[in-house]
């Protein structure tokens, strides 16, 4: 197997050399990637993703061992070899204490001590493979017997009582003797999942919740644990009356076990909605159908869980509630770049649907139309899909509002990421990390503009009425600030200086420096 790895280290030569010091490929590894920015570095790591980084400690900015324990924050089985100019014990401790695998003197530095060194980290990059491909067998062997269990639900649900589905229920271990049921259904809160995952883990996620209310079933005689068509849990009590034992409360000591595990160990909230007792495999379809519209009428309700009890199905208005008016509104607080005013008028907007009776579906469908149209008309490009996803399935409306709340933020860049909570920080923090972060590159409006989900015109208006210049007379005046610093500390020629802050072209460089800072570069040194 062939490993990603990348090489960081801000003497350029040194970098050749590792590059040409050991036959790589032969060793199981591949270079994605080598830089001599340390900021460069954590941005290559996010998108390449190596298994194995080589860095130099002394880098500038922010050094090798702070870089490290960046890296291990994103993936805590990256594996580090450290490098440095010097033997210092405060660094080699410091290494050994986020788990580096060695910590090796360039001085010293032969191309059989970095083999020994980089064989030591593929041992232990074979050994994690190892037990992640154990993992996924045992994943394997689970997943053909829960398909065998979602054929045997599919039949029950479709009222089936035929030999063949009691057949196929003794085949996973189902056998329903005792007269009457209770049925519960967990469904998640899509907020709470984008809180901490990605699309992609979804179906991982419900898998894991499966898992928890399956070994927590392990001690309750009479309980099984499916999934349905959705992959939400699906929790079957079959059970007989007794006067000795109280089977509803049982079981919603049950119930309560998975909610409060689920969101202990894996950070995720679902909501339990529980049916009546009732008899008959017969009547499982007709049950689950109407513990699902039960959960739907609740959406307007804060209380995220219940029992049916005496629920009967609410009656819902199904007219259009948003008018050409109110989206006028909402586009004129996004064109507004009012993240506030947005936010306050979803708020209004589901609180009227509410008082209105409005059909949760009718509210979440124009509410879902009305993001796209804001993501329209702010020119975002990015992955949308799975938050409507997400938007389309919120079960309650706390739950849709802290989604918009998601939404707005990212589409209008006030958080690098759509798992933070919204907050009033002026997005030129923002901006001023992204510039440092790229500060070797040429950056443009349009770059950030990209960056913020912005549409370019919109964001140049936003910055100047922000800082009262052009966005590009700002990065100037940021890379002259730190080209100041760099000469003035000594770090380098000027010619290095200036293709690390992205100028190719000394001379152009010295003539925004001295637009900056008066003087030319080599006389503010001298």
Known sequence: MIYRMMLVDDDVPMLSYLEQLLPWEELGLRITSST??????????????????????????MDGVELAME???????????????????????????????????????????????????????DELTSR?????????????????????????????????????????????????F????????????????????????RFAIYNIAENLALGIDGVSVFQDEEG???????????????????????????????????????????SNPFQGVKSIGAIHSRLKQYDSDLYYESEPSGAMQDWKPAEWLRTPHMTTGVRASFLAAA?????????????????????????????????????????????????????????LHSGRMEETLELIHMRIEHVMGLAEHSVMMFSKTPRLKVIEDYVIEHISEN??????????????????????????????DYVHSLKMDMAAQM???????????????????????SKVFKKYNGVTPSEYRH
């Not at 009590?237 to 119930?255: G, M, P």
């Not at 349009?446 to 590009?472: D, I």
Request: proline share 2%; aromatic share 12%; with cysteine.
């Open 487 to 509: 000469i003035k500390n000594d770090v380098g020629k000027i010619e290095v200086i200036s293709m690390k802050l992205g100028y190719s072209d000394r001379t152009y460089f």
């Open 36 to 61: 001599y920015s340390s900021i460069q570095a954590l941005r290559l790591f996010k998108e390449k993703e190596p298994q194995l980084v080589i860095t130099d400690i002394g880098l500038p900015q």
């Open 182 to 205: 209770l049925m519960a259904h967990g469904i998640f809160n899509y907020a709470s999942f984008a809180a901490h995952y990605s699309f992609k883990d979804l179906p991982l996620i």
């Open 443 to 472: 950056i443009t409006a349009v770059t950030m503009a990209s960056h913020l989900y912005l549409n370019p015109n919109y964001f140049s208006r936003y910055f100047k009425k922000l800082t009262g210049m052009n966005f590009t």
């Open 335 to 391: 064109r507004e770049g009012n993240p506030e005013l947005l936010l306050e008028l979803f708020d209004k907007s589901l609180t009227e649907m509410k008082e209105n009776r409005v059909s949760p579906s009718r509210g979440r469908s124009e509410s879902s139309q009305m993001v796209r149209m804001i993501e329209f008309e702010l020119g975002y490009q990015g992955e949308s899909e799975s938050f409507h996803y997400y938007f």
């Open 232 to 274: 939400m849990i699906l929790l079957i009590y079959n059970y007989e009356k007794n006067l000795a034992i109280n089977a509803c409360e049982r079981f919603a000591q049950y119930t309560d076990q998975v909610h409060q595990a689920v969101q202990q160990y894996i950070k995720v909230q679902i909501r339990v909605v529980v």
């Open 71 to 125: 890296m291990k924050k994103i993936n805590p089985d990256v594996r580090i070899i450290f490098l440095t100019c010097h033997e210092d014990f405060s660094y080699a401790r410091k290494a050994v204490q986020i788990s580096a695998d060695d910590y090796l003197i360039k001085d010293e530095l032969t191309s059989g001590k970095l083999k020994e060194s980089v064989l030591k980290s593929v041992s232990h990059l």
């Open 132 to 180: 992640m491909e154990q993992f996924s067998d045992r994943i394997e062997i689970q997943r053909h017997k829960n398909l065998l269990k979602q054929s045997f639900m599919k039949q029950v649900l479709s009222g089936d009582d035929s030999d063949s589905m009691k057949q196929l229920g003794l085949r996973i271990g189902v056998v329903w003797k005792k007269d009457y």
